[in-house]
T-cell receptor, first 114, second 112 residues
């Protein structure tokens, strides 16, 4: 059981380049989330999808777009990367967008924008 | 004021001691409270969650919640070097139930 899988694990981009971070879960979860984590800080929510077919902005959505491709997959796109987007990105899934359910995290994507 | 604040740390305790990690939150609509452990370079993993006032115990870990004081803590008894990690407090509010707000974390070092 793979859980939540993110690709790639590492990426270096030049300023202005675009890329898509992929996330897939095999737990039949309804809700999926993208977070970023900067050094010495907690996770900040970028976008989330409470259920298939819906997406909503989190705390720090500027510079990002998302697509909930199907129930399993939730991608994060950087259209024009900036050095301020250098961070570790985590995808998470929950059985449902509810109060008392455990979040399962992917292993993270470490992105550097130069 | 941040929505979720944790001890700035780092926190260092000797092996076998009790480690106490604290978290305060500002939104009185907060209903669920989570403690995650994150090893360096790894993803967060859930230790436990609590949603009722009082204590919740799981092995060496005890979470304590006081909604009136807007305070949640995590106690680690008989601390082990393997407990050395960053501990993240996360809070969910009923109006947007699956969305978690995280604190910046407290780094714990357990010295043999």
């Amino acid at each position: 059981n793979a859980g939540v899988t993110q690709t790639p694990k590492f990426q270096v981009l030049k300023t202005g380049q675009s890329m898509t971070l992929q996330c897939a879960q095999d737990m039949n979860h309804n809700s999926m989330y993208w977070y970023r984590q900067d050094p010495g800080m907690g996770l900040r929510l970028i976008y989330y999808s409470a259920s298939e077919g819906t997406t909503d902005k989190g705390e720090v959505p500027n510079g990002y777009n998302v697509s909930r491709l199907n129930k399993r997959e939730f991608s994060l796109r950087l259209e024009s990367a900036a050095p301020s987007q250098t961070s570790v990105y985590f995808c998470a899934s929950l059985p449902g967008h509810t109060l008392n359910t455990e979040a399962f995290f992917g292993q993270g994507t470490r992105l550097t924008v130069v | 004021q941040k929505e979720v604040e944790q001890n700035s740390g780092p926190l260092s305790v000797p092996e076998g001691a009790i480690a106490s990690l604290n978290c305060t939150y500002s939104d009185r609509g907060s209903q669920s409270f989570f403690w995650y452990r994150q090893y360096s370079g790894k993803s967060p993993e859930l230790i436990m969650f609590i949603y009722s006032n009082g204590d919740k115990e799981d092995g060496r870990f005890t979470a304590q919640l006081n909604k009136a004081s807007q305070y949640v803590s995590l106690l680690i008894r008989d601390s082990q070097p393997s407990d050395s990690a960053t501990y993240l407090c996360a809070v969910r509010v009923s109006t947007n139930a699956g969305k978690s707000t995280f604190g910046d974390g407290t780094t714990l070092t357990v010295k043999p």
